[in-house]
């Protein structure tokens, strides 16, 4: 697949996200007076997979052991900047009032983070016409190309791995323990600002102390999935039938990477 592409500034890329952030992108985005959720999904890891299983590696890498019940987990944590409209960094002409300091995600749209997924104009927010061929290459038969995004995704990549054992520590501090399953979607936590602002700065700040983490549990929509979980181990509820109901739970219309 070759794919090229150059920004139109339509702006629709910068409204109505939660946009995923680093730990250091995350604190400047507090420190801004804006809100910032915190995703978790969570997939059972009853046994290590093979070395040359490359999509459980990458998982690995950006996610955190724990455990559910008796069944050993792995727990994917997102610092997300949340916001409804427009972001409130996007200046009325559509530029982007901290171009010089935002996001990494942002630098590298529409790229992908994930090395197992492609960007996909119709999955984009972006017109047909950022797509037209003869624009500068983005994609060179399915690999990105662009001499520019390259070593910025590499960098999201390294931070998204680095940022784990912060973003662990976190949501110890802040008693977040419950995650959707992983490919069904998201409980997204909203802590306060100044609370969660001051264990970013504590995590990042404090070598992390080895602890037992607590225990995760598992949130669905889906009976089914519930019953599965529980049966091999797990602590496992329905959304509606969690005794913490401080979460929104973000459900995925189609089952991603």
Partial sequence: ???DFECTMC?????????????????????RGNDVQILCDALPWPEEPPEDNLQAAHTR?????????????????????AYAGPCPNLLPDMRCGIYEQRPLVC???????????????M???????????????????????????????????????NDVPIKQQVCALLGINQAAVSNEGFVAHSPDRVNLLAALRQASNEPAVPTLSPTWRFVSKRRTTVDVLVSVGALS???????????????LSVTPD
């Avoid at 630098?107 to 090395?115: C, L, S």
């Avoid at 950022?130 to 983005?138: F, K, N, Y």
């Avoid at 509606?240 to 973000?250: G, K, Q, R, T, V």
Wanted: aromatic share 8%.
């Fill in 1 to 3: 697949m070759d794919i």
């Fill in 11 to 31: 702006g629709k890329c910068c409204h109505d996200l939660r946009l995923p952030l680093t730990v250091t992108e995350a604190v400047a985005w507090l420190e």
């Fill in 61 to 81: 890498r950006r996610s955190f052991a724990a455990m559910s019940g008796s069944l050993p987990t792995r727990v994917v944590v997102i610092l997300a900047g």
């Fill in 107 to 121: 630098r590298i749209y529409p790229a992908e983070t994930n090395p197992f997924i492609a960007p996909t104009p």
């Fill in 123 to 161: 999955y984009k927010a972006c017109p047909p016409e950022a797509w037209t061929p003869g624009l500068p290459p983005l994609l060179r038969a399915g690999r990105l190309i662009d001499a520019g995004i390259l070593p910025l995704v590499q960098q999201l990549r390294d931070a998204n791995a």
């Fill in 237 to 251: 509820s329905l959304v509606h039938a969690s005794s913490i109901p401080a979460f929104e739970y973000l459900g």
